[in-house]
């Protein structure tokens, strides 16, 4: 069993066929609370988080599948909330979709979370932002050697929404992302303050304006090469 192999994390499945929510992480839990090596699918919940949800808690995750999971409100594969601290290493988060923000990841309060080297391509978000992340009110977001790709969202940030946000991209690459409103990469919005350092972007539509960035006033973008 080698939990860093995609084909024995393809086949090592947790799935909740829409029962509920797959995984729970609500007891304070820390780093050396590891989740590694699973398919994380068929999670479904009425109040967000269908596959993950993570609540004041830090776990590390790594080289899971997160897919195929859904919420009517937030994060459709996965919610971080509270002072919540978790990484995510060698993920890749799926065709998950929210009907309301979120597609893949809604991460808010003074939660902080670490992206690293993760696929994040998901299917959308119907009336809402953010069909990749979804960034209201966190302290901090790091995403590093990333990729951001085929994101959708009826409304903002097809890749990534972030609201009074710290954001630091690092080595990402978004491309081919689609918002029917502004920003198909990433929309920054209420003071948000966003880091660009080495990254792509590239055929990404906002049909509304701003296919790479929208930056809403209050808001900071930096881009740096």
Known sequence: FDPEDPLVVEATRVDARAGGR????????????????????????????????????????????????SSEQLGGGVLVVGTSAPEFRQCRIWRNRARANGGGVACQDDSRAVFRNCSIHN????????????????????????VFDRNYTAIDGAAVYAWEANVSFVNCTFTQNLALGKGGGVHAVAGAVVDLTNCILWENAGVVGGPGLAISPGSVVSVQY
């Open 22 to 69: 797959v995984f729970v992480f609500d007891g304070g839990e820390g780093p050396g609370s590891v989740l590694q090596g699973f398919t994380i699918q068929g999670g479904y919940a009425s109040t967000g988080g269908g596959g993950l949800r993570i609540i004041s808690s830090s776990p590390s995750i790594r080289n899971c599948l997160i897919r195929n999971n």
């Open 123 to 146: 299917k959308e978000v119907e009336r809402g932002n953010g069909g990749g992340l979804h960034l209201v009110g966190v302290a901090e977001v790091l995403a590093e050697n990333c």
